[in-house]
């Protein structure tokens, strides 16, 4: 029997279009786990559709997977339907909603109603000057009839209909991070020069610079790693976006940018496993590293209970205690440097600003 790893990573590679080799025998609950808790179970489908009828699973099971694909297709049109209603809102407020990942990384998948996201995550930018579009943001969806969580610094968190919507004020977790804050002035400088003509059709939803997505998806999967530990489908978000927007992205400036914010101990063996995964470097050519970065993105996430309040900063803690490893191997800075930033942050610079 092929293991059931493999045969995620066969059935990716088919559900993206590429040709694969692919056994006959899965254990097909497994492979359904580990697809789920990789989120890339539309994906996998996707593949599974491309076997032939010896290799796909029994009826019963496969009529299952895509009742759970169709569901999470409806999912997607509910929150995209949701996200442009609200975007309309703000614009009609003088509000510009621009997409950070979900929408702006699904359109660069062969079926992106088959990324599955959980929530939708914009960041708010005023029309015209003087006004925090952030908290009016905050305050037109309380006016609206729902509740707004504004208490943690980094976004706030409020659900429309069908979907979780986190509006952020800062695009990375850069407190008492002296780097991650110039990482973020950067992001923000940016977005202020963009020219705001590119929305999604037929929508007040906005693509942020390519520059500022390609960044964040890199920080975003940095941080999982760090924190609560790395999927398949981090990956495969850079892997797809950073393909389609291959001649848009200044790669100099990016490898520039990569070494001047710490991540390159990271970023090379996030490229070489997307590369892998993609299937155009062989296991054989992996490095150590490289191998480290596998283990963790096989391993179940080591999530902590909530990100505000005393449970989930010692969540945090907790979970930067166990991944020594990662800062030793992935990381300029040490797990005790990680620690003295967290308490740092907490104490002193509660409320940042830039």
Sequence with gaps: MQSSKNAIIALVRLGLGQSSQIGISFNWQEVEALAIQQGLLDVV?????????NQRP??????????????????????????????????DNYIRTYVLKGFVVSECYPRPEHRVSSDIDCFLFPEKSGFDAWQLGND?????????????????????PGTLVENHLYMVPFRGNKRLKRLEILLHGMI?????????????????????????????????????GLTWRHVLDWMMYSRRHKTEIDWDLMDALIDEFGFRMFYDSFRNIGCYLLGEVSENDLTKNDER??????APLDLHETLVGIKGKLGLVGNTLRAWWKYLYFSE??????????????????????
């Design 192 to 228: 202020h020069e963009d020219n705001a003509e590119d929305r999604f059709e037929g929508t007040w939803l906005y693509r942020p610079p390519v520059m500022v997505t390609a960044l964040f998806l890199i920080e975003h999967a940095y941080s999982h790693f760090l924190h609560e």
């Design 333 to 354: 800075i040490s797990m005790l440097h990680a620690l003295w930033i967290q308490i740092y942050g907490y104490v002193f610079e509660k409320h940042p600003t830039l």
């Design 293 to 298: 970065m596998l283990t963790d993105v096989w």
């Design 140 to 160: 037109i969806i309380r006016a609206s009839g729902h509740e707004v969580s504004d208490g943690f610094y980094k976004n706030s968190t409020f659900y429309l």
């Design 45 to 53: 489908v996707d593949g599974i559709e491309k076997l032939s009828n």
């Design 58 to 91: 029994e009826k019963k099971h496969l009529l299952q997977l895509i009742g759970l694909v169709m569901q999470d297709e409806a999912r997607y049109a509910t929150q995209k339907k949701t996200a442009s209603e609200m975007a309309l809102l703000f614009h």
